[in-house]
């Protein structure tokens, strides 16, 4: 029998029940398949915010109740940390399901009051599909200067980050505080939230981390250099224009991408 097409406000709704009601969520098959799908990689995400929260607080990236994590699942929706939680005390249970305006769908939870600011994200750019949001020392040491680390000193560093962007201070949880990111989200993936955090985005929440701790790594080796007394050696920019142009490869971003030539593929080889 040919299966009915289910609405994506239909499919919220369904994924939303099946959420709050987990031991029913084998009846979902009757709704659509791609509901019972995003049910499956729903549990899989959950868990993965879970392993990311607990290694971020083991790093001592987050501190008290401090930072969130989301990720999108499916096209209107996603899932984010609670409130009022220690990133090392989650568990999958306490994930909120969001849609993209903010309203929880599912869960026992109050959602993080910061998520506004991983709405903006993903409302401006499709390529964020996780978020993870840190008070790491080191990075924060430089948001309470206003200022981004110099670039230009680690290869690792210029092939997966690049420029990080300062975003203007603003209180956070409000929406003037979500907006301040949005000239900086389409061409930088690390921003510095002034007098408060790091940000970092990605395509998956592991990912995301993964540059979190990249960016904290850079920050504090680069502030270790520096009290060495010595002069620090940059990598040429003509050597920095070869990582630019694997990275337009790669198709990651880069504020730097207009400054190396667009050629093609053949040209390259």
Not at 151 to 168: C, D, K, R, T
Request: glycine letters at 6%; proline letters at 6%; hydrophobic letters at 40%.
């Amino acid at each position: 029998m040919e299966q009915t097409a289910v609405s994506p406000t239909e499919q919220a709704r369904e994924l939303a029940q099946a959420g709050l009601e987990p031991q029913r969520a084998p009846q979902v098959e009757k709704g659509s398949s791609s509901v019972a799908a995003i049910l499956v990689e729903t549990e899989a995400l959950k868990e993965e915010i879970v392993a990311v929260g607990r290694k971020l607080w083991e790093r001592q990236y987050v501190d008290g109740n401090g930072g969130n994590i989301s990720v999108r699942v499916g096209s209107g929706t996603l899932l984010c940390t609670p409130t009022m939680m220690s990133k090392r005390n989650l568990e999958p249970a306490d994930i909120c399901l969001s849609n993209l305006e903010g309203n929880i769908l599912a869960g026992d939870r109050l959602r993080t009051s910061e998520l506004l600011l991983h709405l903006e994200i993903y409302k401006a750019n499709p390529r964020a599909r996780a978020v993870a949001h840190c008070h790491s020392p080191y990075a924060t040491a430089f948001a309470m200067t206003g200022t981004a680390p110099p670039i230009g000193l680690i290869s690792e560093y210029e092939a997966s980050i690049g420029p990080a962007a300062v975003a203007p201070y603003e209180t956070p949880g409000t929406q003037a505080f979500a907006e301040t990111v949005l000239p900086f989200v389409q061409d930088h993936n690390a921003i510095l939230l002034s007098n408060h955090s790091v940000l970092c985005w990605a395509d998956t929440v592991t990912h995301a981390e993964w540059l979190v701790e990249t960016f904290e790594n850079y920050c504090k080796t680069f502030l270790i250099a520096q009290q060495t007394g010595r002069p620090l050696s940059f990598i040429p920019d003509s050597k920095i224009d070869e990582i630019l142009v694997l990275k337009r490869r790669l198709g990651f971003q880069d504020a730097r991408m207009g400054r190396v030539s667009q050629v093609s593929d053949g040209d390259r080889e």
